[in-house]
Structure formats: structure tokens, C-alpha cells
């Protein structure tokens, strides 16, 4: 599985972004998907993630009510919309492959077998 994030940008605080992750598996369907992200001297961290049926979500405490993850697997596409951005929401967000097909969703970055280069996202105060 291969994964390409875009979206990322420089936003003021209250502002939106919304991130795409296209991938180029045929069996993209099959797999759960997560964005987590990495701000500078800090270790990657799980923002959501989405059932491979698109019918469980979960997400970081802290951007739940603001973040919204969502899939297409006609396109094989995943997106993350972020509204009421923070400054601390700045960081590189990657979006993930689960390493198993049909499994359940997870929070943990092990689970996540397959990455994409980073987007970056930088908030101002």
C-alpha cells in the first residue's frame, strides 16, 4: 500500500484545513486507515482513525468536536476536515495503513504497518 498525503498549509487559529490521503492499493477498502501526527520534537501521535467499512471512527480526545475523518473507497481516498485549528495542532500528519485487513480500529502507531509522507500543517496564534 502505498499513501500520498496533501492539504497540509499555514492557518490562522480558528481556521480549517482539510487533508487528503490518496492511496494506491487495489484492496484499499479492506483496510483501516489513521492520521497521526508529529510536531517537532515530539513523538508521533494517534489523531483518528477510521473502520475499514467506514462505520467506526475514534479520535484524540483533544480534537474530537473539531476534527471529522472520513473515506472514499471508490476513490480510494481517506480525508481528515480540521476546523477550529490550533496552534498546537501544528505538526507533520501522516496517514496510515492498518497492517491487517478487516480488523478492528486501533490508536496504536504499531498497528499501522503502511505510511505516507507527511503533510505539514502550521497554525498561527
Known amino acids: 500500500v502505498q499513501l500520498q498525503a496533501s492539504g497540509g498549509g499555514l492557518v490562522q487559529a480558528g481556521g480549517s484545513l482539510r487533508l487528503s490521503c490518496a492511496a494506491s492499493?487495489?484492496?484499499?477498502?479492506?483496510?483501516?486507515m489513521g492520521w497521526f501526527r508529529q510536531a517537532p520534537g515530539k513523538e508521533r501521535e494517534f489523531v483518528a482513525a477510521i473502520r475499514w467499512s467506514g462505520s467506526n471512527t475514534i479520535y484524540l480526545d483533544s480534537v474530537a468536536g473539531r476534527f471529522t475523518i472520513s473515506r472514499d473507497n471508490d476513490k480510494k481516498m481517506v480525508f481528515l476536515q480540521m476546523n477550529s485549528l490550533k496552534p498546537e495542532d501544528t505538526a507533520v500528519y501522516h496517514c496510515?495503513?492498518?497492517?491487517?485487513?478487516?480488523?478492528?480500529?486501533?490508536?496504536?502507531?504499531?498497528?499501522?504497518?503502511?505510511w505516507g509522507r507527511g503533510t505539514l500543517v502550521t497554525v498561527s496564534s
Open positions: 496510515a495503513a492498518d497492517s491487517d485487513r478487516f480488523s478492528s480500529i486501533s490508536t496504536s502507531v504499531r498497528r499501522y504497518g503502511y
Open positions: 492499493a487495489y484492496t484499499f477498502s479492506q483496510y483501516n
